[in-house]
C-alpha cells in the first residue's frame, strides 16, 4: 500500500486532499507545517510527498532540500496558493531543487489523482 504525506498549514486543503486519495487504497498522514512534516517523515517514510510551499516555520522549500538530501527514493509534489506571481516563481524553484511535479492553486485535483496514481504504479514497477 502506497503512503502519501500530505504538508500544507492550511487544515481544509489536507482535509481535501485526504478526502481525495482515501477513496484509492493509500494509506495518509497530515501535517501543519515543514517541521511536523519532516519529522513525520523521518518516523514513518512515505512514497509520496504533497508540500505546500508557502507555511509558517518551515517552508515546503525547505522541505524539499531536506527530503532531497537525506531521502532519494520517494516522489514530491510541490502546491502554491500564494500570490501568483510569487507562487509561480517559487513553483519552478521547486521543481530545481527537486519537486517531481508542481501544482498551483486551485488545484486540478483530476490531474493530481492521475499524477499520484502514475507515481504509484511507477512504485509497483
Known amino acids: 500500500m502506497a503512503k502519501i504525506l500530505i504538508i ?10 485526504t478526502e481525495l486519495f482515501s477513496k484509492d487504497e493509500f494509506s495518509i498522514e ?5 517541521i511536523e512534516g519532516l519529522v513525520k517523515f523521518q518516523n514513518n517514510p ?6 505546500d510551499v508557502y507555511m509558517p516555520d518551515k ?7 531536506d ?11 510541490a502546491i502554491s496558493g500564494g500570490f501568483l ?3 509561480r516563481t517559487s513553483l519552478q524553484f521547486a521543481k530545481k531543487i527537486g519537486a517531481d511535479c ?11 489523482h492521475s499524477v499520484v496514481t ?7 514497477d
Open 85 to 87: 506571481f510569487n507562487s
Open 102 to 112: 508542481c501544482f498551483l492553486k486551485p488545484i486540478d485535483m483530476v490531474k493530481l
Open 46 to 51: 512515505a512514497d509520496i510527498v504533497i508540500t
Open 59 to 65: 517552508n515546503g522549500l525547505g522541505v524539499i532540500r
Open 67 to 77: 527530503l532531497r538530501s537525506n531521502y532519494k527514493g520517494m516522489k514530491i509534489i
Open 8 to 17: 500544507d498549514d492550511e487544515k481544509s486543503m489536507r482535509d481535501m486532499l
Open 118 to 124: 502514475e507515481y504509484v504504479t511507477q512504485l509497483d
Open 30 to 34: 497530515t501535517a501543519s507545517n515543514g
